[in-house]
């Protein structure tokens, strides 16, 4: 089993960065592919970037390509997301998670098993 923590979040202007973090506990980090997803109230859980396990492989959503760019440190246990160019629309709960397996849709969160807390981060305008 794996625990996930997100940290990183808060307040920023539209225009700014955040860096998030994804902290695990156990010793078989390096062996999860994993995934950022975010939540805005009333709307689905969207995908936002994936990260294979060697950190060589990245896939992101559309709408966040160019701004955003995840990495890990399987020596940390930790993945970040770092996010730049921020928009108001980028407003959402942010939720690291590991994926299931390596044959799970990696852009859905139905191919992912654990879950972070969740990281707020609003963008103003």
């Known amino acids: 089993q794996v625990q996930l923590v997100e940290s990183g979040g808060g307040l920023v202007q539209a225009g700014g960065s955040l860096r998030l973090s994804c902290a695990a506990s156990?010793?078989?980090?390096?062996?999860?592919?994993m995934g950022w997803f975010r939540q805005a109230p009333g709307k689905e859980r969207d995908f936002v970037a994936y990260?294979?396990?060697?950190?060589?492989?990245?896939v992101y959503a559309d709408s966040v390509k160019g701004r955003f760019t995840t990495s890990r440190d399987n020596a940390k246990n930790t993945v970040y997301l770092q996010m730049s160019s921020l928009k108001p629309e980028d407003t959402a709960v942010y939720y690291c998670?590991?994926?299931?397996?390596?044959?799970?849709?990696?852009?859905?969160?139905?191919?992912?098993?654990?879950w972070g807390q969740g990281t707020q981060v609003t963008v103003s305008s």
């Open positions: 998670a590991t994926r299931s397996s390596s044959y799970a849709a990696y852009n859905i969160p139905a191919g992912y098993n654990y």
């Open positions: 156990g010793r078989t980090f390096s062996s999860y592919d």
């Open positions: 990260i294979g396990r060697s950190g060589r492989s990245t």
